[in-house]
């Protein structure tokens, strides 16, 4: 079994920054990337960033320059830092890692709403 912890959603204004962090344990082997997925209602989950065991970083165009994805291999862990949030940026944002055989998890979400 594998678990991923999502934690750091909440609450800000317009402007404001957010650091969301995931944390995989359990049965996990390597992770190969990890990464940050975002669905806001009746629409389909969209990447926002992913980082790859060798450090390799993509992110999508909608968060160039403003989100910063870290993670730490030795602890599994995944980071993103948000800064100059707009509302448009609320979702609820989904942790996934890919682990070194290819499988896919998928953390439950955490909720970011930015609003005045």
């Known amino acids: 079994q594998v678990y991923l912890v999502e934690s750091g959603g909440g609450l800000v204004q317009p402007g404001g920054s957010l650091r969301l962090s995931c944390a995989a344990s359990?049965?996990?082997?390597?992770?190969?990337?990890m990464g940050w997925y975002r669905q806001v209602p009746g629409k389909e989950r969209v990447l926002v960033a992913y980082?790859?065991?060798?450090?390799?970083?993509n992110y999508a165009d909608f968060v160039q320059g403003r989100f910063t994805i870290s993670r730490d291999n030795a602890k599994n862990t995944v980071s993103l830092q948000m800064n100059s949030l707009k509302p448009e940026d609320t979702a609820v944002y989904f942790c996934?890692?890919?682990?070194?055989?290819?499988?896919?998890?998928w953390g439950n979400g955490t909720l970011v709403t930015v609003s005045s």
């Open positions: 996934e890692v890919i682990d070194a055989n290819g499988m896919v998890y």
């Open positions: 359990g049965s996990i082997l390597r992770s190969y990337s």
């Open positions: 980082n790859t065991r060798t450090g390799i970083r």
